[in-house]
Antibody, heavy 118, light 107 residues
Framework: EVQLVESGGGLEQPGRSLRLSCTASGFTFGAYAMTWVRQAPGKGLEWVGFIRSNTYGGTTEYAASVKGRFSISRDDSKSIAYLQMNSLKTEDTAVYYC?????????WGQGTLVTVSS | DIQMTQSPSSLSASVGDRVTITCRASQGISNYLAWFQQKPGKAPKSLIYAASTLHSGVPSNFSGSGSGTDFTLTISSLQPEDFATYYCQQYNYYPRTFGQGTKVEIK
């Protein structure tokens, strides 16, 4: 069974950093792109970015709202995708989901809440 | 960026009703469109990809159609478990973009 479990969320102050993890199981993690999507309280879904599989260079794409502040990486040996969030802003407050895939998203994690507030 | 506009933003319907949700892209995206369902407090669920292909396990009362800029999600006979918010997403261009969502409520 495919499972994605996000962790690392919590309360952080503006300007600080936080790293989220997405731990995968039930599939060959290294064969898949991994995507991060967020949802601010009471709002819709916002695509954050994704990382290709290493077969396709492990390169990344980001939304303009996070480019230069957030970075996505992966550790295929541990089946974990990371979202490093730097220079946090109050508008980054959201539930962050990881998903398997990019053009063919099949599974979502349960999400982890990030609150940015002083 | 590609803008995805869903209509309506919300609708009220009864069990057994046929429901249609429209998603329009600001420029052509071929058939690179997905639909997701989200219930309150839960993670989204993938319903449809490539505009019209149902993911495994998705009930057959869901269907999708369209190509280019105009797409529809149809629920042929609304069931109690279908009351939720639905999102479209284009994946032809970066950044990927979602519609604002359509909330399907019980009449």
């Amino acid at each position: 069974e495919v499972q994605l479990v996000e962790s690392g969320g919590g309360l952080e102050q503006p300007g600080r950093s936080l790293r989220l993890s997405c731990t995968a199981s039930g599939f060959t993690f290294g064969a898949y792109a991994m995507t991060w999507v967020r949802q601010a309280p009471g709002k819709g879904l916002e695509w954050v970015g994704f990382i290709r599989s290493n077969t396709y260079g492990g390169t990344t794409e980001y939304a303009a709202s996070v480019k230069g502040r957030f970075s996505i990486s992966r550790d295929d040996s541990k089946s974990i995708a990371y979202l490093q969030m730097n220079s946090l802003k109050t508008e980054d407050t959201a539930v962050y989901y990881c998903t398997r895939g990019d053009t063919f998203v099949t599974h979502w994690g349960q999400g982890t809440l990030v609150t940015v507030s002083s | 960026d590609i803008q995805m506009t869903q209509s309506p933003s919300s609708l009220s319907a009864s069990v057994g009703d046929r429901v249609t949700i429209t998603c329009r892209a600001s420029q052509g995206i071929s058939n690179y469109l997905a639909w997701f369902q989200q219930k309150p407090g839960k993670a989204p669920k993938s319903l449809i990809y490539a505009a019209s292909t149902l993911h495994s396990g998705v009930p057959s009362n869901f269907s999708g159609s369209g190509s280019g800029t105009d797409f529809t999600l149809t629920i042929s006979s609304l069931q109690p478990e279908d009351f939720a918010t639905y999102y479209c997403q284009q994946y032809n261009y970066y950044p990927r973009t979602f519609g604002q969502g359509t909330k399907v409520e019980i009449k």
